[in-house]
């Protein structure tokens, strides 16, 4: 993967650079070591590693605006970081460049119950959000896999998702106001404690835009009354197009599932290994669906979903009859990540969505373009938003594995596209699917985000090489 070429000139000019950082925000909130710089050199893709100039930590909104606009008028550029997850080299520092990274943004600053929305500084992991209101009896419900860790600035900034989104939405659908400043110093507002308003919906654009924009500096996000009861069910089969199929009927008829996920056999046998929740070993495919709401409703609905899980020739069908069952059926799939981890010394996780009644057909495809490549994939997503994430896996120590692995990743990409589907489900464009935006987007439509960008950012410093193409 190119990188944009360093300026030698700014390079040159990093004492300086850092020195103007030191008089902005405290000694300790800047730093310049090796040892300190390493451990921001990649995010969540680690395949990609590139050392800062400098590494800040602001406290306030005042030092974001002062180390922005330092940077507007000297030609630094800026990588905004959050928890440093990011699956698409999306916090990826540049040579030439400042990281700035919002983890000491780490507060709620209100709950509000009246509004039934929270307020947080960008820094805050996902997961105490839900954590500040569940004893009230409600939760926020985007939930990544990577919830104890993300921040929610970049869960805005990736427009996040996780396995409750098919019902409840992405972090788009559950944000209400942000608070952010721009490359220029200038802070502004957007949305609020109410749904909509009046405008251009600039809110919208922010949502997804990658750090390229702005710099989150607040947000505000909706939380909703936990579900009376769930109920899941571990349904089996013996093909992938079988358990693709099951999902679309399931839609099909009207349900909307809390959770509608698919694990191939890989997957299935990591998890197992690691999380020992019971899964069959012996089938090719299990869809994990969960049906929440009033009791009465999540009983009639589970039936449902047993019955069109026959008709698709389902292996086997159990229904989690305890709350401490349905959690372990959940406890596989939660460790799927990591334990295709422990299969081959790196994987190289790729997220396309496409239509769901394409889920056969691109299961197959991939099942053959993995062979013509000669590396395994592990396949764990959320079926039900047709959100794809096969897991790669490679062993970066073998020369020209990583590259065998990026072009298996973009040739599953390309095909996501070709049925229709998108580039990203959830895990953003980043540096990894950069020069995959043409597949998706023609001349027009990249001249048209490419003065979006101009509009907000008009000297480019704002991440750059991510989105765009080089
Ligand atoms: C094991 C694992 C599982 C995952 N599962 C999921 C999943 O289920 N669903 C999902 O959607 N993602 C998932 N991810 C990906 C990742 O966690 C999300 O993309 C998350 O939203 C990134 O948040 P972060 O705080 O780590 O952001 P970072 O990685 O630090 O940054 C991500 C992007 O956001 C920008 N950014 C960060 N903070 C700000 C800010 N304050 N202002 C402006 N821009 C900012 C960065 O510049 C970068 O472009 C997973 C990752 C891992 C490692």
């Given at each position: 993967m190119k990188m944009p070429q360093p300026a030698a000139e700014v390079i040159a000019r990093r004492a300086e650079i850092i020195a103007a950082m030191q008089k902005i925000l405290p000694r300790d909130s800047v730093l310049t070591e090796d040892d300190e710089l390493r451990v921001y050199e990649c995010d969540g893709l680690s395949a990609y590693r590139q050392i800062p100039l400098t590494v800040v930590l602001p406290e306030t909104v005042e030092q974001v605006s002062a180390v922005l606009r330092f940077c507007h008028e000297n030609g630094v550029k800026v990588v905004p970081r959050g928890a440093g997850t990011s699956l698409s080299g999306g916090a990826l520092p540049v040579a030439d460049g400042v990281v700035l990274s919002m983890g000491k943004f780490n507060r709620i600053l209100e709950v509000d119950w009246e509004n039934r929305c929270i307020v947080a500084q960008p820094g805050v992991p996902n997961l105490w959000l839900t954590g500040a209101v569940e004893g009230r009896g409600f939760f926020y419900a985007p939930d990544p896999s990577s919830q104890i860790a993300c921040s929610i600035g970049g869960n805005v900034a990736e427009n996040a998702g996780g396995?409750?989104?098919?019902?409840?939405?992405?972090t788009g659908n559950n944000l209400l106001g942000l608070e952010m400043v721009l490359m220029t110093g200038e802070t502004i507002r957007l949305g609020g404690r109410h749904m909509d308003e009046g405008g251009y919906d600039l809110l919208g654009l922010m949502t997804g835009s990658e750090g390229l924009l702005g710099v989150i500096t607040e947000v505000t996000v909706r939380f909703l009354t936990k579900p009376e009861t769930a109920r899941a069910a571990l349904i089996s089969f013996q093909t992938v197009e079988q358990a693709g199929d099951c999902v679309a009927r399931i839609i099909a008829a009207g349900i909307i599932p809390g959770c509608l996920e698919i694990m191939d056999r890989l997957a299935i046998k990591a998890s197992e290994a690691f999380a020992q929740a019971g899964y069959p070993l012996d089938v090719e495919a299990l869809v994990i669906v969960e049906l929440d709401g009033p009791q009465v409703e999540a009983d009639d609905l589970i039936e449902r979903v047993g019955a069109i899980a026959e008709e698709t020739g389902a292996v086997s069908v159990r229904i989690s009859e305890s709350e401490l069952e349905r959690m372990k059926f959940w406890a596989g799939r939660k460790a799927a990540f990591p334990a295709v981890g422990r299969l081959a010394p790196d994987y190289y996780c790729m997220d396309g969505t496409i239509p769901r009644r394409e889920l056969a057909h691109v299961l197959g495809a991939m099942r053959d373009m993995s062979e013509k490549y000669g590396l395994p994939v592990a396949n764990v997503f959320h079926a039900g938003d047709g959100n794809l994430h096969p897991l790669i896996l490679y062993d970066a120590n073998q020369p020209g594995e990583l590259e065998k692995a990026e072009a298996l990743g973009a040739e599953i990409l390309t095909l996501c596209v070709e049925v229709g589907g998108v580039l990203t489900g959830e895990h953003g464009v980043g540096s990894e699917k950069r020069d995959l935006m043409p597949t998706m987007f023609n001349e027009v439509d990249m001249a048209l985000q490419a003065r979006v960008k101009q509009a907000f950012d008009p000297k480019a410093l704002l991440n750059p090489g991510k989105v765009f193409p080089i």
């Open positions: 396995v409750h989104c098919l019902k409840y939405g992405l």
